[in-house]
């Protein structure tokens, strides 16, 4: 393990969050250090474009020790004229589907690891209520992880719960995106090196 990254049990987002939306596996600040640590063996970075989440993902990751090793930083893009003038979402794009889309997501990662010079960029979009947006109901969420080589993954997510609820469960599935990402991404690699064995 890294020297450095060890999650905070008391960190910016509730780690029980995940078992109040029903969400299973590791708590969001076990998974942002898990992400640290990833990226910090492997020497890259972190940027990280949100909307609803407005700023719980960079929070949590900032509540570990050591984050500014891997953090390059965040967007908070909460309104649609800022995911397509910072982020570089498509203007097309937001105009036919609206803000909570997956290639939405997806463009918003990808924006963010440019705009902040970092290996990978993380997103989240959705709709946390209390009223559905761009005909999408409450709990449409998406998260998005762009990296090197064109690495790119969205996952749909269907949360219930409130909005708190549904920011919480927001910020630990993206943080564990990305780690199952960096784990794959890793296992790619080993195998391509041991000559696909």
Excluded: C, H
Excluded at 27 to 55: F, I, K, N, Q, W
Excluded at 76 to 98: H, I, M, N, P
Excluded at 177 to 196: I, Y
């Amino acid at each position: 393990m890294t020297e450095g990254f060890v999650g905070d049990a008391a960190g910016a987002v509730d780690d029980a969050a995940a078992g109040e939306a029903g969400g299973a596996g590791v708590s969001a600040g076990a998974a942002a250090a898990e992400v640290l640590e990833l990226l910090a063996g492997r020497g890259e970075t972190l940027a990280v474009a949100e909307s609803l989440t407005g700023g719980l993902v960079a929070a949590e990751l900032t509540s570990v020790p050591g984050a500014s090793r891997v953090f390059r930083g965040s967007v908070t893009a909460y309104s649609t004229d800022l995911k397509r003038d910072v982020l570089g979402v498509d203007a097309a794009l937001l105009e036919q589907r609206g803000a909570v889309d997956p290639e939405v997501a997806r463009q918003m990662a990808a924006g963010v690891r440019q705009m902040l010079g970092a290996g990978w960029g993380i997103a989240t979009t959705g709709v946390a209520g209390p009223e559905g947006q761009d005909g999408k109901p409450v709990g449409t969420v998406f998260v998005a992880v762009a990296g090197p080589d064109g690495a790119r993954k969205v996952a749909p997510l269907r949360l219930n719960g409130d909005r708190t609820v549904i920011r919480r469960e927001s910020v630990r599935s993206a943080l564990t995106l990305l780690s199952d990402e960096l784990k794959e991404n890793a296992r790619a690699q080993d195998t391509e090196q041991n000559g696909g064995n």
